[in-house]
């Protein structure tokens, strides 16, 4: 079996350029993340082995696209995709970071707002993708209920019950979140937006990557931000003067974050169980 180096190489002669250097870059939790140093300038290379994460690359390179396609965010291009005998790679732009211009978090609201109102007749996306390591289904739904119960939480919960965790009064708790959950239009999601995906571009203004994309309900955006470290109170104030949110959003928080956190149930492990069924029990 090649080695990342080997394989490296060979992704360089297959998409037509001259390596001079690979350096690992931080985060790549899932694929192995490389900057490269090229004849045509820096490149990222995101790689994993065959086959492991079946159209993982496909479906981001879609993502990706659909985010820029919106012409709302920055995202890095899409310069190459393809496989070796031993990898499956995503080749894209590099952005060279520079400081945080003052306005950078006024921006990120008024381009996740912008992004937020992008829109499409139903809910979901024209082909399944990935949450982390896990596939995420996108089946087109009529109702922002239907959609994050079906497509979102049934699925996870599932692979949790697989999985031997135990869970109880699921259907009513479904029953009671499809009544409180406010209908929207779809908006187009990143779908995974914790401060990791992210970073400042060379204009010092924010960049979005690793995308698990979809037209779903916007507060699911929202929520993910006040996971795991959160963003700035800025980001949603100057969000809400743009965009405002249906009343008692901050009471749906906990709920949108119910997917996230089985995700990471599934992923990591029980540390994830009692959050879980927490908030289970505060929305039965």
């Known amino acids: 079996m090649p080695n990342d180096q080997e394989a490296i190489q060979e992704i360089a002669r297959k998409e037509g350029f001259n390596l001079s250097g690979a350096d690992m870059l931080a985060g790549g939790s899932i694929n192995k993340v490389y900057r490269l140093d090229s004849s045509e300038g820096k490149k990222v290379l995101k790689m994993n082995r065959s086959g492991k994460y079946p159209e993982m690359f496909k479906a981001e390179e879609e993502g ?4 820029k396609n919106s012409n709302t965010v920055d995202v890095p291009e899409v310069l190459g995709r393809g496989e070796t005998a031993s990898h499956d790679y995503l080749l894209l732009e590099y952005r060279e970071a520079t400081p945080q211009k003052p306005d950078f978090w006024s921006r990120f609201a008024q381009d996740l707002a912008a992004l937020h109102s992008t829109s499409r007749e139903q809910f979901g996306f ?12 996108n089946h087109h739904r009529p ?13 996870q919960f599932k692979m949790a019950l697989d999985a031997g965790y135990s869970f109880h009064g699921l ?23 914790w401060n990791g995906n992210y970073i400042v571009n060379e204009r010092g203004l924010p960049c979005l990557i690793d995308p698990a994309v979809s037209y779903g309900p916007r507060e699911m955006d929202l929520a993910m931000m006040k996971l795991f470290g959160g963003f700035p109170e800025e980001v949603f104030s100057v969000y809400n003067e743009l965009f405002p949110l249906q009343p008692n959003f901050e009471e749906r928080v906990a709920l949108w974050q119910l997917y996230y956190l089985l995700v990471h149930l599934n992923i990591f492990g029980s540390s994830y169980l009692p959050q879980v069924k927490e908030i289970l029990r505060q929305y039965r």
Do not use: C, M, V
């Open 64 to 67: 990706l696209k659909e985010l």
């Open 126 to 137: 024209h082909g399944p993708n990935y949450i982390g390591s896990l596939p995420q289904y």
């Open 143 to 155: 109702s922002a209920a239907e959609f994050y119960i079906l497509e979102r939480l049934e699925p």
């Open 171 to 193: 259907e009513k708790f479904f029953s009671t979140i499809s009544k409180i959950i406010p209908e929207e239009t779809p908006a187009l999601l990143h779908g995974d937006l």
